[in-house]
């Protein structure tokens, strides 16, 4: 078994990593919609802003067997994050952990410190990542709606119980110019409960965010709730949501927050009311929305619950020093 750098991968070796990704997905998590070649060629093509992308494959007898996928950050103080793959037939020949040790030592020579992954509880990556120096950081609720179980006239009471003092805005893709600012102050409110360091969000790095998301063929929807003169819009909170374009029956709920300020006056499940209503008229192609919240974040999770979210399993985020990895340099 040899394990090569994919540095600009082929049309083939895209398809070849997709046939391990689909393998992999049927196995650890069946049920759930595989990604398709599209979504994979822009995961593995077009990397998320302010980081790179590096790839590697295992292969034996001429066969891909198993991925690696390492996302470095730009900011040296930011964690990387990784994603390895055996195809179920493979596991349990050191594969895996020939794939982490290659993307390990290239940790190092980035000098990046931390490395973050996220996994389905209950799956094979438990032992593996806790056998090679990760640690659990994060336990997370991932909880699916359906929209055609969505009461639409309750649905149009809660967007209609406007908190006193706010009013709505949408866009789809970039925000503005003029609310650029705002939102990327209103994320930074988020840093609360992020993994891996907190990402410093300002305008430009906001823009690249749904640039990233268009590069893919994505399409991005945000709803803010705005106060203050309508000449200069402060935004207390947001809600955004990622509808793929070519899988668009499972959109992806992306980040919700709202501003410390101005918690507690229901923001939260009027945005998202406000994006669900939005949502059924303009993309009746969206059957579903997948969101995840942390497992001790229970005022979320009361706005999904009450939203009709229903428990669909448990994803894990892990972090390790990568010092404590495992390493082919000796
Ligand atoms: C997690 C995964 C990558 C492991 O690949 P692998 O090639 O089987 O891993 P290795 O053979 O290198 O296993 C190394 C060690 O991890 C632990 N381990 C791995 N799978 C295990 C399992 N099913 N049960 C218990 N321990 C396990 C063991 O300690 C193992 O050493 P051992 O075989 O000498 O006992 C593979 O199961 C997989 O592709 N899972 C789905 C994708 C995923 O969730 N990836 C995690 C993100 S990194």
Same mark, same amino acid.
């Given at each position: 078994?040899?394990?090569?750098?994919?540095?600009?991968?082929?049309?083939?070796?895209?398809? @070849?990593?997709?046939?391990? /990704?689909?393998?992999?997905?049927?196995?650890? !998590?069946?049920?759930?919609?595989?990604?398709?070649?599209?979504?994979?060629?822009?995961?593995?093509?077009?990397?998320?802003?302010?980081?790179?992308?590096?790839? &590697?494959?295992?292969?034996? *007898?001429?066969?891909?067997?198993?991925?690696?996928? +390492?996302?470095?950050?730009?900011?040296?103080?930011?964690?990387?994050?990784?994603?390895?793959?055996?195809?179920?037939?493979?596991?349990?020949?050191?594969?895996?952990?020939?794939?982490?040790?290659?993307?390990?030592?290239?940790? %190092?020579? /980035?000098?990046? *410190?931390?490395?973050?992954?996220?996994?389905?509880?209950?799956?094979?990556?438990?032992?593996?990542? @806790?056998?090679?120096?990760?640690?659990?950081?994060?336990?997370?609720?991932?909880?699916?709606?359906?929209?055609?179980?969505?009461?639409?006239? %309750? +649905?149009?009471?809660?967007?209609?119980?406007?908190?006193? *003092?706010?009013?709505?805005?949408?866009?789809?893709?970039?925000?503005?110019?003029?609310?650029?600012?705002?939102?990327?102050?209103?994320?930074?409110?988020?840093?609360?409960?992020?993994?891996?360091?907190?990402?410093?969000?300002?305008? %430009?790095? $906001?823009?690249?965010?749904?640039?990233?998301?268009?590069?893919?063929?994505?399409?991005?929807?945000?709803?803010?709730?705005?106060?203050?003169?309508?000449?200069?819009?402060?935004?207390?909170?947001?809600? @955004?949501?990622?509808?793929?374009?070519?899988?668009?029956?499972?959109?992806?709920?992306?980040?919700?927050? $709202?501003?410390?300020?101005?918690?507690? !006056? %229901?923001?939260?499940? &009027?945005?998202?009311?406000?994006?669900?209503?939005?949502?059924?008229?303009? !993309?009746?192609?969206?059957?579903?929305?997948?969101?995840?919240?942390?497992?001790?974040?229970?005022?979320?999770? /009361?706005?999904?619950?009450?939203?009709?979210?229903?428990?669909?399993?448990?994803?894990?985020?892990?972090?390790?020093?990568?010092?404590? +990895?495992?390493? +082919?340099? !000796?």
């Amino acid at each position: 078994m040899d394990v090569i750098a994919l540095g600009d991968p082929t049309d083939a070796q895209i398809g @070849e990593w997709q046939s391990v /990704a689909a393998a992999v997905w049927a196995c650890d !998590r069946p049920g759930d919609p595989v990604p398709d070649l599209e979504q994979t060629r822009a995961r593995l093509l077009v990397p998320p802003p302010a980081s790179r992308n590096v790839l &590697w494959a295992a292969v034996d *007898g001429g066969r891909m067997c198993g991925t690696a996928y +390492l996302r470095l950050p730009d900011d040296a103080g930011r964690a990387a994050e990784i994603d390895v793959q055996v195809l179920p037939a493979h596991r349990r020949r050191g594969i895996g952990t020939r794939l982490l040790a290659v993307a390990a030592d290239r940790l %190092r020579a /980035a000098r990046c *410190g931390t490395v973050v992954v996220q996994v389905l509880a209950g799956t094979p990556a438990v032992p593996f990542l @806790e056998a090679h120096g990760f640690h659990c950081v994060l336990s997370l609720r991932v909880m699916l709606l359906r929209l055609d179980e969505l009461d639409p006239l %309750r +649905l149009a009471r809660l967007v209609a119980d406007a908190p006193p *003092g706010y009013r709505l805005a949408r866009w789809t893709g970039t925000v503005s110019d003029e609310l650029a600012g705002e939102l990327a102050m209103a994320k930074r409110a988020m840093a609360d409960i992020t993994v891996g360091g907190s990402f410093r969000w300002d305008p %430009r790095r $906001v823009r690249e965010m749904a640039e990233a998301v268009a590069a893919r063929g994505d399409r991005l929807y945000t709803v803010a709730a705005l106060h203050g003169p309508a000449a200069a819009p402060r935004i207390a909170g947001f809600t @955004e949501v990622v509808v793929s374009s070519t899988a668009p029956e499972r959109a992806a709920q992306y980040d919700t927050a $709202v501003v410390p300020e101005h918690r507690g !006056r %229901r923001l939260g499940i &009027w945005l998202k009311a406000a994006m669900l209503e939005w949502l059924r008229t303009e !993309r009746p192609d969206v059957r579903e929305i997948e969101t995840d919240n942390a497992d001790d974040n229970s005022h979320m999770l /009361a706005v999904n619950a009450e939203l009709g979210f229903r428990h669909q399993r448990d994803h894990l985020d892990y972090q390790a020093d990568v010092a404590d +990895l495992p390493t +082919l340099v !000796r």
